[in-house]
């Protein structure tokens, strides 16, 4: 199967690495992307949206043979999700790892601080205390010392979905810092964040509680569970 590993803010394809051995080594052929913006030389963010990191997706999945795999971490599930929507029939599954395939015209997040015509990684104080679950000091250094700047237009522009068809195409969360029964009752509770979860015509759910970046807190776990997805 081709797989294609989407990162989520402040991160590039290398931050993948433990992952993508653990999925190439079960026999599948793994492409970690670096998006623009967060590849060695870019400077100037100005400019590039969320759409920009959507194009961005499609030129991979478009030049690969085969139906093709999206997983999509935090903010890399809205583009795998857009991704879907523009690409429905090449698309086997949708994997978004501690993410929520948000409605259309939302954004991934727009309160975070802003620097210039970047988001860099804020201080550890403002994640919450789930966020941060398993992300010892160790591993905080290296997620800093690798982090770059998250153009602001990726975090700020509003979503856009068009076709229909993406609701057929499967869908499995890999929730870690929220429990599987929160999302099932926002979609009972017809929460307008779980709107496009609630029209999904194949939905899974699986915990790996942990933190928020599970591919450093529990590469190994997180990478059976995306086996499991793409086996079921």
Known sequence: MQIVLIPGFWLDGDSWAPVTRELEAAGHRVHPLTLPGKRPGDTDLAGIGLRDHVDAVLAVVDALDGDVVLVGHSGGGTIAWAVADARPSRIARVVTVDAIPMPAGTCINDELPVEGDGVPLPDWSLFEDEDLVDLDDELRAHFRSIARPEPVGVAHEPSRLDDEARFAVPVTIIACEFPAALVHQAIGNEREWAGELARMQ???????????????????????????????
């Open 202 to 232: 194949r939905l899974d759910i699986v915990e790996l509680p942990t933190g928020h970046w599970p591919q450093f807190t529990k590469p190994s776990e997180l990478a059976a569970s995306i086996l499991t997805a793409i086996s079921g």
